[in-house]
């Protein structure tokens, strides 16, 4: 299941808040501007799994 981040952010980097410490993730990114949205997005190969401490 997908859920949106951040919507009209304009910085190449950020901070995803709530991840569960031991889980994987996958992140897609979109593209957009005045024509729409990008026809495909960039998702994430492998998942990124959030460490112990």
């Known amino acids: 299941e997908w859920f949106t981040v ?9 901070v995803v808040p709530e991840l569960i410490i031991g889980n994987g993730y996958y992140f897609r990114v979109f593209s957009q501007n005045m024509v729409g949205f990008s026809d495909r997005a960039a998702t994430t ?3 990124v799994f959030i460490p112990r401490p």
């Not at 951040?6 to 950020?14: A, D, G, I, K, N």
């Open 6 to 14: 951040l919507e009209h952010y304009r910085r190449s980097h950020c």
């Open 45 to 47: 190969k492998e998942p």
